[in-house]
């Protein structure tokens, strides 16, 4: 019998919904993406399990058509710094982003899997996310830098630059 781990599984199901919704689609383009993200102690989100510095790699599916695309992702956090207690995290998410030239502006959510180190697992709160960016063009590969802003309440947001995040993706055409 076969058994997976959480990290496994959420993988697994992250990659047979994006399979699905590209066969579904199929009138447009889509892509494929590995990155990561620099991480904030963001102040917008009570409980945000990240500090300052705190590096997430992920991985991304990218369905293009007209002047947007959806943007599904996968980030796990392994051996956060700081003072919480928390050992990784699995963030799955997905964005609306449109796209003018090769500038980016887009807004989702994500949701955040847990791993404390005494053991406890747990799903927080959704929170948004505001993100822009710009693609470069690479000889076949697309080169994405973004900023992100997460926060919980529309009425909350703060463009202070200790609450932005970072993030760079190399993503290919399929």
Same mark, same amino acid.
């Given at each position: 019998?076969?058994?997976?781990?959480?990290?496994?599984?959420?993988?697994?199901?992250?990659?047979?919904?994006?399979?699905?919704?590209?066969?579904?689609?199929?009138?447009?383009?889509?892509?494929?993406?590995?990155g990561?993200r620099?991480?904030?102690?963001?102040?917008?989100?009570? !409980?945000?399990?990240?500090?300052?510095? &705190?590096?997430?790699?992920?991985?991304?599916?990218?369905?293009?058509?007209?002047?947007?695309?959806?943007?599904?992702?996968?980030?796990?956090?392994?051996?956060?710094?700081?003072?919480?207690?928390?050992? !990784? $995290?699995?963030?799955?998410?997905?964005?609306?982003?449109?796209?003018?030239?090769?500038?980016?502006?887009g807004?989702?959510?994500?949701? #955040?899997?847990?791993?404390?180190?005494?053991?406890?697992?747990?799903? &927080? &709160?959704?929170?948004?996310?505001?993100?822009?960016?710009?693609?470069?063009?690479?000889?076949? $590969?697309?080169?994405?830098?973004? $900023?992100?802003?997460?926060?919980?309440?529309? #009425?909350?947001?703060?463009f202070?630059?200790? #609450?932005?995040?970072?993030?760079?993706?190399? $993503?290919? !055409?399929?």
């Open positions: 019998m076969f058994t997976f781990s959480r990290e496994k599984m959420l993988i697994l199901v992250f990659l047979l919904i994006s399979t699905c919704f590209h066969i579904s689609l199929l009138a447009g383009q889509s892509y494929w993406g590995i990561m620099q991480h904030s102690e963001n102040q917008l989100i009570e !409980k945000y399990p990240f500090t300052d510095k &705190d590096i997430s790699f992920g991985i991304s599916y990218e369905y293009h058509d007209l002047g947007g695309y959806w943007l599904l992702t996968l980030n796990y956090a392994p051996e956060l710094k700081g003072t919480n207690s928390i050992k !990784k $995290v699995i963030s799955p998410g997905i964005s609306l982003v449109m796209t003018e030239n090769n500038w980016k502006l807004l989702g959510f994500q949701k #955040n899997y847990i791993q404390t180190e005494i053991g406890e697992n747990y799903w &927080d &709160d959704i929170s948004w996310q505001l993100l822009t960016g710009y693609g470069l063009k690479l000889a076949g $590969v697309l080169l994405d830098l973004y $900023v992100f802003l997460p926060f919980t309440s529309f #009425n909350d947001i703060r202070k630059s200790n #609450n932005l995040e970072y993030g760079i993706a190399a $993503v290919f !055409k399929f």
